[in-house]
């Protein structure tokens, strides 16, 4: 096993300078991280080695408790929460046991994996906030065909995954315009849900090394948990509040994309 000391050192490197670890009896180590879910309490994670899993972090059960507490046990069990929550689990390679969320760490990549089990642990949390009888919008519908207009087919791929980097599409952005120097990425935003899962996506970009351009298009800027918006703008390019302004800034942002193709 490597040094404590390195392993903190990793967390550190991988995740923020304020991640420390303390052992708490036999190869089983509480991780304090500084971030916490949207009502304030603390993320629960626990590196620790099991005989049959080897190294692994898990919540010990304490996510899907807290979801409890302000959802009915129905509300994760089917609809949209079940799909985010069994999405993000897949997406991540967490595994759920039986209401414990673990994630097995290959190659002593500790401070990988505790990055990708934090992100998950705060996705499948931010189920809690959607809405019990969400109506159902057009707004990702109206956004394509705007698109549609203001761009040329040849230039433009929806629903876009890089196939040798990422073949499962757990990065996926809403679409890629093409053309230029550098692509654009765009992403279609409706729900905290939705702007959290862009900001891993070009977080994940960015540790890939990739040079872009990117744009958020707001449903309702406003609606957005305040938290979870800055935490996407810091990262994104370019947005627009909602679809009106961006029907009227959008050729004037990026004209590059709209004009003709010169390559």
Known sequence: MPETNDI???FKRKVCDQVSISSQGDQR??????MTFEDGDKLSVILKKEADEGWILTDEGHTFMQLTYDLDESDLQEGTRREVIDRTILASRLRNRQGELILPIPNERFGDSLYTFVQALIKIDDVRYLSRERVKSTFAEDFRRFLDRATQASRRSYK?????????ANYEADYRLNGTNVPLFIFALDSDVKVRDATI??????????????LGVFEDQESINRKVLARF??????SFSDLSATEERFAKTFPEYVSESKA
Do not use: A
Not at 29 to 34: F, G, N, R
Not at 160 to 168: E, I, L, N, S
Not at 201 to 214: I, M
């Open 8 to 10: 903190e050192r990793d």
């Open 233 to 238: 703008l810091d990262i994104c390019g370019k």
């Open 160 to 168: 876009w995954h890089d196939p040798v980097k990422d073949p499962k």
């Open 29 to 34: 180590y509480v991780v304090d991280l500084p």
């Open 201 to 214: 996506t070009l977080g994940q970009y960015e540790r890939w090394g990739w040079e872009f351009k990117s």
